[in-house]
């Protein structure tokens, strides 16, 4: 399959999905009513539906799996490892920590723009310690566990900043902040997490072909051209501002980063530049589904979404896993 | 809803023995705080609806301690008074140091703390939440009796009925709809004290039309598509929780009925401030039924 | 004109000095074996040479930007790192930026008689078939000056002849080639010239003929050795290290 015909395809099933995540909801309303409200506005509380509660919603999964599986496709070409990703290794868990000190503060409440940006800064710190512990040559190994410890401190400190709020209803939101949900998301939302998204992705876009070179190891990418230091920069903060963005409006999203590249790496016959569309726009897809899944299953209660990610992300992991036991 | 008889054993001749000169003493400073001599000394409450009950009726130096909660703004409408009172954070050690001779919990919460208390021979009274104006009225005269101020008690319970009933007027025509929100897409049930402080100002609680009358949760689009005369929102505290940013989605605000906001303190719990609930939703009537 | 000059470049890590004073000129057609035992600094002047690690002096490649370096030198690192299955043609075409049509990936394909595996996934190779691949992307850069990493270790005789062989006619047809190895006998018989290194700097430098002799072998490598002529290049075979005592 040529790469144009991949993208085409994805993009095909990103746009049914999302018409699909439109007209999925509690409220019943027929397809046309619902379309016809989303153009025109229409009258009365359907127009608000689609246009106040649907359409952000659907716009923020989109947006949300794009960058996360962009971040995971670029995040494992670096590190060329395929267990790579934002989810595992802790850096949403770090942009978490960063977003709730941000609302708990009430830096959010006094500069709306302070959410993203705190867990921009937290992802920051989680991508630079994952570097740091477990860089270039540290191995899969060093990868895994630093990625355990800096999950398990960054979740215990989010839950001890939560636990200290007066508000009764905040230690609930350990939930959220661990396992992710686009519930009930606005245009607020949609519009704070979009320039962090926008530059994040912008960012990893251009690292395409240092990534592929990089296939050949450091010394042999850097000695055909390109510059690793800048290329490494690039990632951190790209991948610092999109899952520091996504996390701030939708919590932990977990495994996207992995379970989309896994998939898609054979249709893109393993080439990392080619994978970074791909995997954007197979992550845009895959979170669509999975917040259209957890709307058919429980309709009315706010099922995780990361629940049912987990459920499918954490086989492919251990799948990794046993193929990494099998090559050693 | 009886007082538990007291066993007059012998601790209690003892404690009734102690108390003698001490009521001397409140009867003259206290006036119209006059404790019953055989009522309990040393009461302690770890419950922030209890708390303000006893807070209410309690006579001077009867009551010991109350939850950190009941001094909170925020949380509790008797505030003010509760800050002169020693604060426990509900843990039964701490409890059992302040030697009460009676303890007043929540039913449904604590019930690790109420279940070792009376072990270790200490009683302790539970209060289930009011859900209803009966069950307030009831839990008033309850308290009383526990705290022997059944006089007080009575008094506080005649002047909330009246108040009720001359807060309540007949709406012209049906009344309006108003659903309550909170957290996560709470609805609190028709079947229940919210219920009737929403039926008592003059609106059709939402959660009696659709059938929700323990209460459920209900999500943002079923809200909007009900398009209720008012939302009210009800939040627990100013702090920021992501389960209450729901009640700041812009969707609401595009609705075309009114929205209130409450919060938890204004009516969480069975006390006769609860009229003044009742008073500021129903200045939310569109029919302008308050002149 | 030269291809290559290094001016007394050293590199310092802490208080040790893997690299001290190295001076070198390279001209073209010259396939120089770069000699030493373990731990003399061999990786390290190549990587300080191409700019990969801080050092003081001057490497004119080293000074060059980055895409002119690039177009100058071609390196082939130690550790043979493939990290995803791409298509071999795909891994050679790397070295033209990803263009599979160029004419110098499919000349590195034939030249290394991979045009039967262009297609196939490279994690479905034998080790050598990949440092073959290798290799070929190295050519693809098709650069005046290449700078191979102990290309030959772990390759079959076979393999390593056929390497050693490339390397030679590239010098032939006047390409400059640096490559570090630890077989005597190959890096005789296929270099023009061999640079030997010890604690960082370079204690001989000449032909095979001048610099393998008994007396450079026994300081520098610690072995005593056979020596001798076959078809006009000298020949060496290792036969005993040098006791302790008499180092």
């Known amino acids: 399959m040529t790469p144009a015909r991949l993208y085409t395809l994805l993009g095909i099933l990103v746009a049914g999905l999302f018409l699909a995540a439109l007209l999925t909801g509690v409220a019943a309303v027929d397809p046309v009513t619902a379309l016809r409200a989303?153009?025109?506005?229409?009258?009365?509380?359907?127009?608000?539906?689609?246009?106040?509660?649907?359409?952000?919603?659907?716009?923020?999964?989109?947006?949300?799996?794009?960058?996360?599986?962009?971040?995971?496709?670029?995040?494992?070409?670096?590190?060329?490892?395929?267990?790579?990703?934002?989810?595992?290794?802790?850096?949403?868990?770090?942009?978490?920590l960063g977003a709730v000190l941000a609302l708990q503060t009430g830096l959010a409440a006094a500069y709306a723009f302070a959410l993203p940006a705190a867990a921009?800064?937290?992802?920051?710190?989680?991508?630079?310690a994952i570097l740091f512990l477990a860089g270039a040559g540290g191995g899969t190994l060093a990868l895994i566990l630093a990625g355990i410890a800096l999950s398990a401190l960054c979740s215990a400190a989010t839950a001890l900043v939560l636990n200290l709020s007066p508000n009764p209803f905040a230690a609930q939101d350990i939930v959220f902040w661990m396992m992710g949900s686009l519930a009930d998301v606005s245009f607020t939302h949609v519009l704070l997490a979009a320039p962090l998204m926008a530059l994040g992705a912008f960012l990893l876009w251009r690292t395409g072909p240092g990534l592929e070179a990089l296939t050949l190891g450091e010394e042999a990418a850097a000695s055909m051209g390109v510059n690793l230091a800048r290329l490494r920069l690039s990632v951190v903060l790209g991948t610092a501002a999109a899952v520091g963005a996504a996390t701030a409006v939708a919590g932990t999203v977990g495994f996207v980063g992995l379970v989309v590249p896994h998939v898609l790496r054979p249709l893109v016959n393993a080439h990392p530049s080619r994978l970074l569309p791909a995997a954007a726009l197979g992550g845009a897809g895959l979170v669509l589904a999975a917040d259209i899944a957890v709307r058919l299953v429980l309709p009315g209660q706010d099922l995780k979404i990361g629940v049912l990610l987990a459920l499918v992300g954490a086989p492919v992991f251990l799948h990794l896993i046993w193929r990494m036991r099998g090559a050693a | 809803m009886r007082p538990r008889q007291i066993p007059l054993g012998?601790?209690?001749?003892?404690?009734?023995?102690?108390?003698?000169?001490?009521?001397?003493?409140?009867?003259?400073?206290?006036?119209?705080?006059?404790?019953?001599?055989?009522?309990?000394?040393?009461?302690?409450?770890?419950?922030?609806c209890t708390d303000q009950l006893a807070l209410m009726l309690a006579a001077p130096g009867q009551l010991r301690a109350l939850t950190r909660l009941a001094q909170d703004p925020e949380s509790s409408v008797m505030a003010a008074r509760a800050r002169s009172y020693r604060i426990n954070h509900g843990r039964a050690e701490e409890v059992y140091l302040e030697k009460p001779d009676l303890v007043l919990a929540g039913r449904y919460t604590a019930s690790a703390t109420v279940t070792m208390l009376r072990g270790l021979g200490i009683r302790v009274e539970t209060f289930a939440p009011a859900e209803s104006f009966a069950e307030l009225r009831a839990s008033i005269l309850r308290m009383g009796a526990l705290l022997g101020r059944e006089a007080e008690a009575a008094r506080i319970e005649r002047r909330f009925a009246e108040n009720l009933a001359r807060l309540q007027r007949p709406s012209r025509g049906a009344p309006p709809v108003a659903a309550t929100w909170a957290a996560h897409g709470y609805m609190a049930g028709s079947a229940s004290l919210t219920g009737e402080i929403i039926t008592a100002a003059g609106f059709r609680p939402l959660a009696r039309l659709i059938g929700h009358g323990a209460g459920g949760f209900m999500p943002l689009e079923a809200l909007v598509m009900a398009d209720p005369d008012l939302v009210i929102l009800s939040r627990a505290d100013p702090a920021p929780a992501h389960s209450e940013a729901?009640?700041?989605?812009?969707?609401?605000?595009?609705?075309?009925?009114?929205?209130?906001?409450?919060?938890?303190?204004?009516?969480?719990?069975?006390?006769?401030a609860v009229l003044d609930a009742v008073d500021r939703l129903a200045a939310n009537r569109p029919d302008g039924a308050r002149e | 004109?030269?291809?290559?000059?290094?001016?007394?470049?050293?590199?310092?890590?802490?208080?040790?000095?893997?690299?001290?004073?190295?001076?070198?000129?390279?001209?073209?057609?010259e396939c120089i074996g770069l000699i030493g035992p373990n731990g003399a600094g061999k990786s390290t002047l190549l990587r300080a040479t191409l700019g990969l690690v801080a050092a003081t002096g001057r490497s004119s490649l080293a000074a060059l930007p980055a895409a002119a370096r690039a177009r100058t030198a071609a390196f082939l690192p130690q550790g043979r790192e493939i990290a995803w299955p791409l298509p071999v043609i795909d891994l050679v075409a790397l070295a033209q930026g990803g263009r599979r049509t160029a004419p110098e990936v499919g000349a590195a394909l034939a030249r290394m008689d991979l045009a039967a595996l262009a297609q196939r996934p490279a994690s479905a190779l034998s080790g050598g078939e990949q440092a073959r691949v290798l290799i070929a992307r190295a050519l693809a850069q098709n650069t005046p000056l290449l700078l191979a990493d102990e290309p030959i270790a772990g390759l079959d005789p076979a393999h390593q002849i056929a390497c050693m062989q490339l390397f030679a006619d590239l010098a032939a047809n006047g390409r400059s080639v640096i490559v570090a190895l630890h077989d005597l006998a190959l890096a005789a018989r296929f270099c023009t010239r061999l640079v030997v290194l010890a604690g960082g700097r370079i204690v001989a430098d000449g032909t095979p003929r001048a610099v393998l002799t008994a007396a450079l072998l026994e300081e520098v490598f610690a072995i005593r050795c056979h020596l001798d002529e076959i078809e006009g290049a000298p020949v060496v075979f290792p036969l005993a290290p040098v006791p302790r005592g008499e180092r």
Not at chain 1, 120 to 128: H, I, K, M, P, T
Not at chain 3, 1 to 29: F, I, K, N, W, Y
């Open chain 3, 1 to 29: 004109m030269s291809v290559l000059v290094l001016d007394h470049l050293s590199v310092s890590r802490g208080t040790q000095r893997p690299l001290a004073e190295v001076c070198l000129t390279v001209e073209p057609g």
């Open chain 2, 10 to 48: 012998r601790g209690a001749c003892r404690r009734l023995a102690r108390g003698l000169p001490g009521l001397a003493a409140a009867l003259w400073l206290a006036g119209p705080g006059l404790a019953d001599p055989a009522a309990p000394q040393r009461v302690v409450s770890i419950n922030l």
């Open chain 2, 246 to 272: 729901v009640l700041d989605h812009p969707a609401l605000t595009a609705l075309t009925g009114r929205a209130a906001v409450m919060q938890d303190r204004d009516w969480i719990c069975g006390l006769p």
């Open chain 1, 120 to 128: 921009l800064v937290g992802a920051l710190a989680g991508v630079g």
């Open chain 1, 38 to 96: 989303l153009m025109t506005g229409g009258e009365g509380p359907v127009g608000i539906v689609m246009r106040e509660i649907r359409l952000p919603r659907a716009l923020l999964a989109a947006m949300v799996g794009a960058c996360l599986g962009l971040s995971g496709a670029a995040l494992q070409g670096l590190l060329r490892n395929p267990m790579a990703e934002p989810g595992v290794i802790g850096i949403s868990a770090a942009a978490g």
